[in-house]
């Protein structure tokens, strides 16, 4: 069965700092799909990226960026130069090919706190 | 474009009372999620549907919880009877069926049983 951990539950940064979020996985499919979410106060979920496991380039996107390790079954994210709107919840989720439909597994999120 | 819609946004009831929450997915998605959020347990499928047939429900929690997808815009969460320990956030999500389809969230409807 999949499983999706992130460790920190809590990160607090001041403003401008950088933090990296961790999100190891398990599963036993060789194709699988990787997704970060982010829940700001408001409650939505936001989707950030996804990522399929063939392709371990990193990515980034301004501020952000994700960097894939298969080897070590990481799909970390980092924020540049934080802001005080990054302050949310982020989830890691997998999803695997052979299951039927698009369905996510989620880790249990880990909360960013960026002070001013 | 719309973004997937759910009502309401708040529900208070009393426990033993019967409760439908509502989702219209985005239009031409085809797989449609419900998921509950709590403190304690996080983020769990409840149930999803692909082209208004319920695939996998194996997160609904107990006979007390169903589901309907009528059609391929709507769908209804229901709980009946309600228990305080339902108290969450229900999110629905609508997705392509496409493997590398992101699921798209509603802004979730959260309940509170008293």
């Known amino acids: 069965a999949q499983k999706v951990t992130q460790a920190q539950t809590e990160i607090s940064v001041v403003e401008k700092e950088d933090v990296t979020l961790d999100c190891v996985y398990e599963?036993?499919?060789?194709?699988?799909?990787l997704f970060w979410y982010k829940q700001p106060p408001s409650g939505e979920l936001v989707f950030l990226i996804r990522?399929?496991?063939?392709?371990?380039q990193n990515e980034i996107s301004g501020r952000y960026s994700w960097n894939f390790q298969k080897s070590t079954s990481s799909f970390n994210f980092t924020i540049t130069a934080s802001q005080v709107v990054d302050s949310a919840v982020y989830f890691c989720?997998?999803?695997?090919?052979?299951?039927?439909?698009?369905?996510?597994?989620f880790g249990g999120g880990t909360r960013v706190l960026v002070k001013p | 474009d719309a973004g997937v819609i759910q009502s309401p946004r708040h529900e208070v009831t009393e426990m033993g009372q019967e409760v439908t929450l509502r989702c219209k997915p985005i239009?031409?998605?085809?797989?449609l999620f419900w998921y509950r959020q709590t403190m304690m347990r996080g983020l769990e499928l409840l149930i999803y549907?692909?082209?208004?047939?319920?695939?996998?429900d194996s997160g609904m929690p107990e006979d007390r919880f169903s589901a309907k997808m009528p059609n391929a815009s709507f769908s209804t969460l229901k709980i009946q009877p309600s228990e305080p320990r339902d108290s969450a956030v229900y999110f629905c999500?609508?997705?392509?069926?496409?493997?590398?389809?992101?699921?798209?969230f509603g802004n979730g409807t959260r309940l509170t049983v008293t």
């Open positions: 999500a609508s997705s392509l069926t496409a493997e590398n389809s992101p699921l798209h």
């Open positions: 239009s031409g998605h085809n797989s």
């Open positions: 599963t036993r499919d060789t194709t699988y799909y």
């Open positions: 549907f692909n082209n208004n047939v319920p695939i996998d």
């Open positions: 989720a997998l999803s695997e090919a052979e299951a039927a439909g698009n369905k996510l597994t």
């Open positions: 990522r399929n496991s063939f392709d371990e």
